[in-house]
């Protein structure tokens, strides 16, 4: 039995169910409705309508792949969200997804959707690539035609034509100041394409900045059969996530939004602090293990926090190197957030893939560790455990070990062909490199990686 709206009824009574009407308005578009967003944003909205707040279904946009709607549609939307732990699978069903749309094909509605005034929120978790940026941080005008850059411009000319209010663009993605990057690189766009739009958006549309965290592996076959034996149907869109959660969003909304807070979101007036402790500590602590637990054999978070030699990495990247550089907000206590993102590592029911936050480091190492780095130099220190994962990250990047899955991997490439071992941290993070940021590899950092590096190879 496959789950949809008529068979949900059948689900045991474990399995908590929504009991609002879910046919009410969209309010808020969704591009990139992966599994994060399931398990983080859709599941807060969801708690925001089971307490009778209405308006606030979502429209998922897929950018790229069909795969999502064809999981979702089927299923009238709906999906469980498992939370695990080494102790129990506690499963329910969420209901704030109304539909799941496909840029490409389903163009025209997307806009629709956006454009109509029952809509409030434009939110994202496009990934960093998903911003279409180039390496000076610029907006790659060929690359966003095919984003969502002209979707979004076309349903703010026709809400700006109707006489209707703007939206909150609301990123969710691990950039540095998301809210401020999109707001710049949407400008980029207006300015090439649509100049008499300017001064509309400035005036009426928002960009708050955000911080996501929850810890989401990919669903596997396996995951899905468990699932199935344990409810008794079928469910593709089944996501699977920890017990950790945490949302921090700016205080800037272009109009309504869901009472998320409420719910357990934090509406501050400065995400900085939290957003820089999650990019250096946990994303950079991830980073390090993605590439360093591969080249020691690992599959799993879990089994390479376990192994000694990389958990001393950890500790030592997140306390003496990338906290110190962090200033704490208040209330904000970094040793206590250490502590407790090695204990999120280690949890063993959540079998979160190396491979998978391996994909697209040229996009996310310049703020998970490029930045910890510049900021150590100028202080006149060095960071042995950042060094040591930028080795491991120039093995990946060869090819020889693994597969590349990254939007630079042909460019990265060219430059290990064209430069070889000797050379090859200038070539990458010197002046003109494609890593190129406000760390420059000093004749001792080169050294040190080199070593590194000649043991790996």
């Not at 490409?104 to 956006?114: C, G, H, N």
């Not at 402790?277 to 293990?289: F, Q």
């Not at 080795?391 to 693994?402: E, I, M, P, Q, S």
Request: net charge negative; hydrophobic share 40%; with cysteine.
């Amino acid at each position: 039995m496959r789950l949809s709206a008529e068979s949900a009824g059948h689900l045991p009574d474990a399995v908590s169910r929504p009991r609002y009407d879910r046919a009410q308005p969209v309010g808020i578009v969704h591009f990139g409705i992966g599994a994060f967003h399931r398990a983080h944003q859709a599941a807060y909205t969801d708690a925001c309508l089971e307490a009778g707040e209405t308006g606030w279904m979502i429209a998922g946009v897929s950018m790229r792949s069909a795969s999502v709607a064809e999981q979702l549609n089927p299923q009238d939307g709906l999906y469980t969200l498992t939370v695990r732990s080494a102790a129990e699978n506690k499963t329910r069903l969420v209901g704030s997804v109304a539909q799941v749309l496909v840029a490409e094909a389903d163009r025209e509605e997307i806009v629709a959707r956006l454009a109509s005034p029952d809509c409030h929120v434009a939110s994202f978790t496009v990934t960093e690539k998903g911003y279409c940026r180039k390496p000076d941080g610029s907006l790659d005008l060929a690359k966003a035609r095919e984003g969502f850059y002209p979707i979004l411009c076309d349903a703010l000319s026709r809400r700006r034509d109707a006489g209707l209010s703007g939206l909150s663009l609301l990123s969710c993605d691990n950039l540095s100041g998301n809210g401020k990057q999109l707001r710049r690189l949407m400008l980029e766009w207006i300015d090439a394409q649509a100049t008499d739009l300017r001064d509309w958006f400035l005036a009426n549309c928002t960009t708050p900045d955000s911080m996501v965290d929850r810890i989401v592996p990919a669903s596997s076959s396996a995951d899905l059969d468990d699932l199935e034996q344990r409810i008794g149907m079928r469910d593709e869109g089944a996501v699977f996530t920890e017990g950790f959660t945490q949302w921090v969003i700016e205080d800037d909304f272009a109009g309504p939004r869901p009472s998320w807070e409420d719910h357990g979101v934090q509406i501050v007036s400065d995400v900085a602090p939290f957003e820089t402790a999650k990019l250096r500590m946990l994303n950079g602590a991830h980073s390090l293990l993605a590439y360093a637990g591969q080249d020691y054999g690992h599959t799993f978070v879990h089994e390479a926090i376990a192994d000694d030699r990389l958990r001393a990495l950890v500790q030592r990247l997140m306390i003496e190197e990338a906290a110190p550089t962090i200033a704490a907000g208040d209330g904000q206590d970094l040793d206590a957030y250490a502590s407790e993102l090695i204990t999120r590592f280690e949890n063993p029911a959540l079998n979160h893939r190396l491979a998978q936050i391996a994909m697209d480091g040229s996009q996310k190492i310049g703020q998970r560790w490029l930045e910890t780095l510049a900021i150590q130099q100028q202080r006149g220190n060095s960071c042995e455990a950042i060094l040591t994962a930028i080795a491991h990250w120039l093995n990946h990047v060869t090819g020889d070990a693994r597969e590349v899955e990254d939007p630079q991997a042909d460019a990265l490439r060219d430059v290990w062909q064209s430069t070889g071992q000797d050379g090859i941290v200038k070539a990458m993070f010197g002046k003109g490199g494609p890593l190129q940021s406000d760390w420059t590899p000093g004749e001792a950092d080169i050294a040190t990686i080199e070593a590194k590096l000649r043991q790996l190879r």
